[in-house]
C-alpha cells in the first residue's frame, strides 16, 4: 500500500509559476514510477506527466512539453510538478499516482492515487 498527498496547489494569474509536491508514505517509494494527471471541471482526468523509479526517464504531455517539469527525491519520498508559463486551461484538480512498473500514461496502469489539489490560473 502506497499513500500520496498532493500540495502546492492554489491560485495564480497567468504566466506565473506553481510546484506542486506529492508525499509519498507506505512502501518503498523509490520502486514506483510517478505520474501526475489533471481533471478540469466537466472533463477527463488526463495524463500529465510521469517519471521512473530512477528519475533518469520522463515523459510529458504535449500540453505542457517545455512548461512543465516532474522530479523526485527518493531520500524524501516525494515527486515534485514544477509548473511554469501557467495558462488559465492548466485549472484543474491536479493528482499523483504511483505504478509498481516503468513510465505509464494511462490511468488504470497506475495503482495508488492522492485525493488531489487544485490549480487555478486565472486570465
Known amino acids: 500500500q502506497v499513500q500520496l498527498v498532493e500540495s502546492g496547489g492554489g491560485l495564480v494569474q497567468a504566466g506565473g509559476s506553481l510546484r506542486l509536491s506529492c508525499a509519498a508514505s507506505g512502501r518503498t517509494f523509490s520502486s514506483y514510477a510517478m505520474g501526475w494527471f489533471r481533471q478540469a471541471p466537466g472533463k477527463e482526468r488526463d495524463f500529465v506527466a510521469a517519471i521512473t523509479w530512477s528519475g533518469s526517464n520522463t515523459y510529458y504531455a504535449d500540453s505542457v512539453k517545455g512548461r512543465f517539469t516532474i522530479s523526485r527525491d527518493n531520500a524524501k519520498n516525494t515527486v515534485f510538478l514544477q509548473m511554469n508559463s501557467l495558462k488559465p486551461e492548466d485549472t484543474a484538480v491536479y493528482y499523483c499516482?504511483?505504478?509498481?512498473?516503468?513510465?505509464?500514461?494511462?490511468?488504470?496502469?497506475?495503482?495508488?492515487w492522492g485525493q488531489g489539489t487544485q490549480v487555478t490560473v486565472s486570465s
Open positions: 499516482a504511483a505504478v509498481a512498473a516503468g513510465l505509464a500514461r494511462l490511468e488504470y496502469e497506475y495503482a495508488y
